[in-house]
């Protein structure tokens, strides 16, 4: 019982930490109902696991190590940054076609 005990704590304190980052990188948007806040603070832990999954999927990978291992000897690298900048440009395409899938702004 004391097991389930600590889980569920430690759920909650995740899941609370990890809303609270959610929040004020929406600010000054929030929840409006109870519904919504429930929500938010029963999905944020999981949403941030999938989404810390997604992250490294896309930057530890084959292509990225073999980048990283022609890149290595310079500081900069347009390779390293071309990389990084088609993969923003694919994530935020996602979003903006799901948004307009949906029929949400």
Do not use: C
């Amino acid at each position: 019982m004391q097991a389930v005990l600590k889980f569920i704590g430690g759920y909650l304190v995740l899941s609370t930490a990890a809303a609270l980052v959610w929040l004020l990188w929406s600010f000054p948007n929030y929840p409006k109902s109870f519904s919504g806040w429930l929500w938010l603070f029963g999905l944020a832990l999981p949403l941030q696991i999938v989404l810390e999954f997604i992250g490294e999927l896309l930057w530890n990978n084959k292509a990225t190590r073999a980048i990283e291992l022609k890149t290595a000897d310079h500081a900069f690298s347009w390779v390293r940054i071309a990389y990084g900048l088609f993969f923003i440009v694919v994530i935020i395409s996602g979003v903006i076609g799901v948004s307009f899938w949906l029929k949400t702004p």
